[in-house]
């Protein structure tokens, strides 16, 4: 549909659904729970001021690194525009790349509501800010909003704080209107290098430090989502 940046098939129908029930006419209408997903927001490139050009090579080779880590798992990079160029630079780059088009691919959509926009991900990653806590905008802020209070409290029980690079898995309670309405069993914090003299712990231009940052910070929210599915 006109609603989806693809660079693989991004509905709930994947291939394998359609071989392994053939001729059952209900299994269109079963949700896919069967290919474990991470929909994940490009880190640190909106509040945090990162440069996108950057931000989309580290993308890449990371994705690239992991892809073939993960089974039959898909990674989706999402944003909240047609028009976002994150999503359009990292399209470009990931073309160039030899990754497996139904493993990874980008997505328009908010991502506390892809499934209602025909792709379910049981696992989401937020840009997170050092404190974890709910607010201040952005996708951080969309995601305590729509997980209610029990995001809140089940990342209390996890941790207090997050150092840039570092990323923390949390388990979503079935009360969770996230995870009711959803199907997201788990939401992955992440904290990305912060390049915006107006927050915490600001890297003053320091791409050197920046960049290591950053692949840090995909680096483990890959690790975070393949010990999720294994
Ligand atoms: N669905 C999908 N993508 C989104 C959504 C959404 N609902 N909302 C934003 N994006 P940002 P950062 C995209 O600023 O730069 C917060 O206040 C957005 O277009 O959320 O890492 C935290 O508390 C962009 O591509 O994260 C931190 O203090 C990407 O998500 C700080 O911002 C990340 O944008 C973190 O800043």
Not at 7 to 19: D, H, Q, R, V, W
């Amino acid at each position: 549909s006109s609603d989806k940046t693809i660079l693989g098939p991004s509905s709930g129908a994947t291939k394998e659904n359609l071989t392994v029930n053939k001729g059952q006419e209900q299994s269109w209408t079963r949700p896919s729970v069967s290919v474990p997903t991470l929909a994940f927001p490009s880190i640190s490139t909106a509040d945090f001021q990162f440069n996108i050009e950057k931000a989309s090579e580290i993308i890449v080779e990371t994705v690239e690194e992991f892809v073939d880590k993960i089974g039959n798992a898909r990674l989706v990079l999402v944003d909240l525009s047609h028009g976002s160029k994150i999503l359009s630079l990292v399209r470009t780059k990931a073309a160039t790349k030899n990754i497996d088009p139904q493993k990874f691919f980008t997505f328009v959509g908010d991502i506390t509501k892809l499934r209602s926009g025909g792709l379910h991900c049981n696992v989401i990653a937020n840009a997170a800010n050092w404190r974890l806590k709910p607010g201040g905008g952005g996708v951080n802020a969309a995601i305590f909003d729509a997980a209610g209070p029990e995001l809140d409290t089940a990342t209390k029980k996890r941790a207090g704080s997050l150092s840039p690079g570092k990323a923390v898995t949390v388990s979503l309670p079935s009360t969770s209107p996230l995870f009711s309405k959803e199907g997201v069993t788990h939401v992955i914090h992440v904290l990305g290098p912060n390049m915006n003299p107006k927050r915490p712990n600001c890297l003053k231009d320091d791409y050197n430090m920046g960049c290591k940052v950053l692949r840090e910070a995909y680096s483990s929210l890959f690790e975070n989502f393949a010990s999720i599915v294994r």
